[in-house]
């Protein structure tokens, strides 16, 4: 089903670029499409017509977020591919795009199909363990992981998705083997995990507001430094001294191709609208943190992370498909 949302951008000036004409002209006098490979109402739909919302001011044309779900990202994402790279279909979505590459087989190269805008937003996720759990930090629980191989289970949200990617890339760091209980949603995980027939999973902040488990406890986070609303909980990282740091991010892409300028006309204008108050306000609803990159930034950590995932989904027996 398409969902299609149209926030009418108010006026501005663009400004004078030593480009081609097309990119000097752009965007003309027709709406620019944002696809967001994901069903409306979850958190790539709402940032993305927030990101709309805030930018009426700074473009001179419509947008319209466009709703293009299924087979993870891959329908969506196949539609922003085939696309016309000329800055009128563009994509957001989250850091899910690399781990579709990992453990489907989608018709595109996920490392160059797609020209990086910008990272807009990122959270860190968080391990939270049922109550009684003997393991009160990460290195507690590696050592109690080893004394128990293969017994120590954790929920995540289906198979290969990035709560299971992301623990067994710490099982596979730490020499630990740890049992994977597949849901379908990270809330029914959650729920189990407060009822104690989980042990841990890697969950966000805003999946665990106004839920019991975010009652449970929290013994890290996998960012790289403290979160600041919560600073007395250690980051795994810190704990163990492993290099490891995962977020989950949201960011713009438009198709291989697209022209510098428009490229970056869009990062810059991208990177206003996440500092603004109002922007920085509503992401903290989310449990995130608004955040830019140049593109080179975002297309090397774009492909770190599809070689990553890759690789440990490889490890645990999964194929793109």
């Known amino acids: 089903m398409l969902a299609t949302c149209v926030f009418g951008l108010a006026s501005s000036v663009l400004g004078s670029y030593p480009t081609t004409a097309k990119a000097a002209s752009w965007p003309e006098e027709k709406p620019v499409h944002i696809i967001v490979p994901f069903a409306p109402g979850g958190s790539n739909d709402i940032i993305a017509r927030k990101l709309a919302d805030a930018l009426r001011e700074r473009l001179g044309q419509a947008v319209v977020v466009e709703n293009k779900p299924g087979a993870g990202t891959v329908v969506g994402a196949s539609y922003v591919a085939k696309s016309p790279p000329n800055g009128y279909t563009l994509m957001f979505v ?12 989608p018709p595109y190269d996920t490392k160059t199909a797609f020209e ?3 990272i807009v937003a990122e959270s860190p996720f968080v391990l939270i ?3 009684g759990f003997p393991a009160k930090n990460v290195p507690e629980l590696i050592e109690y992981a080893k004394a128990h191989p293969g017994k120590v289970n954790y929920g995540t949200a289906g198979l290969g998705d990035h709560a299971q990617l992301m623990t067994e890339w710490l099982a596979k760091l730490t020499g630990t083997k740890m049992q994977n209980i597949a849901y379908k949603g990270i809330s029914p995980a959650q729920l189990d995990l407060y009822a104690g027939r989980l042990d841990f999973i890697f969950t ?7 839920t019991p488990a975010d009652t449970l406890p929290k013994i890290a986070f996998t960012s790289l430094n403290r979160d600041p609303d919560f600073p007395d909980i250690p980051t795994v990282k810190e704990q163990t001294g492993l290099d490891y740091e995962v977020s989950v991010w949201w960011g713009l892409f438009g198709p291989a191709g697209l022209d510098p300028k428009i490229r ?3 990062n810059a204008e991208v990177k206003e609208v996440v500092n603004t108050p109002d922007l920085k306000k509503f992401l903290a609803t989310l449990g ?3 955040t830019s990159t140049t593109p080179e930034q975002m297309k090397k950590m774009l492909t770190e992370e599809v070689d990553r995932w890759t690789d440990v989904a490889s490890s645990i027996g999964i194929r793109p498909q």
């Open 94 to 105: 989250s850091g899910s795009l690399a781990t579709a590459a990992a453990v489907q087989n």
């Open 116 to 118: 990086p805008i910008t």
């Open 129 to 131: 363990t049922r109550e």
């Open 204 to 210: 966000t902040i805003a999946s665990l507001k106004g």
């Open 264 to 266: 970056d006309r869009l």
């Open 288 to 290: 995130a943190r608004p």
